[in-house]
C-alpha cells in the first residue's frame, strides 16, 4: 500500500511511504519505506507529478482552516493564505480520476507540542528532518493517518516506547 501525506502550502511538505504488510521492528524500516521532500513558489506540476510518479492507494493531507492569530499589538485577525486551497484542488482532481485511491483530509498537527508526534517524537524514530518545518509536518500528517487511522498500526507506536 502507498501512501503519500502533504502539508500543502507556500513551501508544501511531502512524504511517501510504502506500507509494510509485516510489522515495523526498527526506525531502519521505515527509513528504507520513506521519501520525503518539499515544493517551494508554485508548484502546482511538480505535485501532479509526484502523483502521477508514486500513484498512491491513499492521498493524506493538512485541510485548509482559516486561522485566527493575534497580532504585535494584541488585535485578533484571520490569517489567511489561499496556497494551500489550489494545492488541496490537485489531491481532489486526483481523487476523481484515480478511483481507487483514498482521500483523507485531516486537522493541522502543527507538532512542536501540538500533536501526537511532536518534534522530539520524531527524532526518537529517526524522522524528523533538521531545519524543515513542512517535511516534519508532513511526515506528522503520515503518522497521525498511520497510527489513529485505517490501518491503526502500534508497531508504529512501539518504536516510541524503545529507548
Known amino acids: 500500500m502507498r501512501i503519500v501525506a502533504f502539508d500543502p502550502g507556500g513551501t508544501t511538505g511531502w512524504v511517501t511511504h510504502t506500507l509494510f504488510l509485516d510489522k515495523v521492528k526498527s526506525n531502519v524500516d521505515i527509513a528504507k519505506s520513506v521519501t520525503r521532500g518539499e515544493f517551494k513558489g508554485k508548484h502546482h506540476n511538480e505535485l501532479w507529478s509526484l502523483l502521477y510518479e508514486f500513484n498512491p492507494d491513499i492521498l493524506v493531507y493538512e485541510r485548509f482552516d482559516y486561522q485566527i492569530r493575534t497580532d504585535e499589538s494584541g488585535h485578533e485577525r ?3 493564505v489561499l496556497d494551500s486551497v ?11 480520476q484515480h478511483e ?19 518534534d522530539e517524537k520524531l527524532k526518537h524514530i529517526g524522522m524528523y528532518v533538521e531545519g524543515s518545518e513542512h517535511i516534519n509536518d508532513a511526515q506528522r500528517q503520515l503518522l497521525s493517518y498511520v497510527c489513529f487511522g485505517t490501518p491503526k498500526r502500534t508497531d508504529y507506536l512501539n518504536l516510541l516506547r524503545r529507548s
Open 78 to 80: 484571520l490569517n489567511i
Open 86 to 96: 489550489e494545492y488541496i484542488g490537485i489531491f481532489e482532481l486526483w481523487d476523481q
Open 100 to 118: 481507487k485511491c483514498l482521500l483523507v483530509p485531516q486537522q493541522q498537527m502543527k507538532g512542536r507540542g501540538g500533536s501526537q508526534w511532536t
